[in-house]
């Protein structure tokens, strides 16, 4: 045998785990980045939209709670 040969062979088992680790890893990042069914990460919530565009004037207040009053039946 040459010598030297087979010292490091000991840590081949730490491969699986390590493999197995970062599968893991991965399906975690991508399920969390696509987020639930029915919900859209990022996305502002209607409401929050409509009382922006009140604060900014593009609203008068009659317009603004007509408008949140139908967007909450």
Same mark, same amino acid.
Request: net charge neutral; proline share 5%.
């Given at each position: 045998?040459? !010598?030297?040969?087979?010292?490091?062979?000991?840590?081949?088992?730490?491969?699986? !785990?390590?493999?197995?680790?970062?599968l893991?890893?991965?399906?975690?990042?991508?399920?969390?980045s696509?987020g639930?069914?029915?919900?859209?990460?990022?996305?502002?919530?209607?409401?929050?939209i409509?009382?922006?565009?009140?604060?900014?004037?593009?609203?008068?207040?009659?317009?603004?709670?007509?408008?949140l009053?139908?967007?909450?039946?």
């Amino acid at each position: 045998m040459w !010598p030297g040969y087979g010292e490091h062979m000991g840590w081949m088992w730490l491969w699986g !785990p390590i493999g197995l680790l970062v599968l893991l890893f991965l399906v975690w990042a991508f399920a969390g980045s696509a987020g639930l069914p029915g919900q859209r990460s990022g996305e502002e919530s209607p409401e929050t939209i409509l009382k922006r565009r009140y604060a900014r004037g593009e609203l008068d207040e009659q317009e603004y709670e007509r408008r949140l009053s139908n967007l909450r039946k």
